[in-house]
């Protein structure tokens, strides 16, 4: 990547220095983000990171299950050739997802994956530790997942549980930590919420003004889109989706296309993308056309 998105630069801070071990995923130690979209036919991976030990960390967010893993197998055999270092990949399964293939014997090559149910992880559990932790002063790497994640793991009474991570985000003391939770969630999480609980989601994050300016700078910038903060924070009352698309209204196509690409190069959905720019998804395919 030509420019380090600060969601990305964000999350590869929010997974590293432990945290994966929250859901069971050890030895890991985030350096970079590593361009996803591979060679022929455009290819498009989840994330992949450079490591500390210099391998590539390859993860994958699955809402349905993955029938068999041919997939996967032609994403890491194109990787593991342009990049020529060793792959770990790790699939991480949402919701109600209780098994899935984790190995593909072709003959030629055994391929294998590391599956993460969350619906196998205690949510519950999960707050409560982190709010025994923020009670008492002490927080450590894998609250940030713990929290980011509760809403994907099996819950007893998951509209309680949105409540609870609303209202223990705020605890997190350290502005830089609360930001790295945040981050996690609005790229992990998210999935697991509905519509409504994410527009709630996002009026409740008011103190994300910061990493919002750096994510939408450049659109800025270069697209004279500073109504997009003023229509942002006057949306905040109204809901976010309101307030982003006041914001859009004020700028102008350039700076709307230089924001859809740093989210493009943030590995950002489309459908998110679409949401938060208002172009279609033909203009959004050829802008990632154009950046390749």
């Not at 999350?11 to 995923?25: F, H, K, M, P």
């Not at 391929?111 to 149910?117: D, G, I, L, P, W």
């Not at 999935?191 to 709630?200: G, I, M, V």
């Not at 697209?223 to 982003?244: D, N």
Request: aromatic share 4%.
């Amino acid at each position: 990547m030509s420019r380090q998105d600060a969601l990305m630069k964000a999350l590869t801070r929010s997974l590293s220095g432990g945290a994966l071990d929250a859901i069971g995923v050890y030895g890991v130690e985030l350096v970079e983000p590593v361009e996803t979209e591979l060679p022929a036919n455009v290819l498009r991976m989840d994330r992949v990171w450079r490591t500390a030990a210099g391998h590539l960390f390859h993860l994958e967010f699955q809402a349905t299950r993955e029938a068999t893993l041919h997939r996967f197998l032609e994403y890491d055999a194109r990787l593991a050739n342009r990049m020529r270092c060793p792959i770990r990949t790790v699939v991480l399964y949402h919701a109600s997802i209780s098994s899935a293939p984790e190995e593909l014997n072709i003959g030629t090559a055994l391929y294998r994956v590391e599956n993460v149910f969350l619906a196998h992880v205690d949510g519950d559990e999960a707050l409560d530790e982190v709010e025994h932790h923020l009670r008492d002063g002490r927080w450590e790497p894998r609250d940030r997942l713990r929290l980011a994640l509760a809403m994907n793991m099996r819950l007893s009474d998951p509209s309680r549980a949105f409540d609870r991570v609303l209202s223990l985000i705020p605890q997190v003391r350290n502005p830089s930590e609360r930001e790295l939770v945040v981050s996690a969630l609005l790229t992990l999480g998210e999935q697991a919420l509905s519509e409504e609980q994410r527009l709630r989601l996002r009026r409740e994050l008011r103190n994300m003004y910061r990493l919002i300016d750096e994510i939408f700078e450049d659109g800025r910038r270069e697209g004279h889109l500073e109504g997009f903060k003023e229509g942002l924070q006057e949306g905040i009352e109204k809901g976010m989706e309101k307030g982003m698309e006041k914001g859009i209204e004020m700028g102008t196509e350039m700076g709307v296309r230089r924001v859809a690409r740093n989210m493009l190069e943030a590995g950002m959905p489309c459908e998110v993308i679409e949401r938060a720019t208002g172009l279609s998804r033909d203009a959004i395919e050829a802008l990632r056309k154009q950046m390749n």
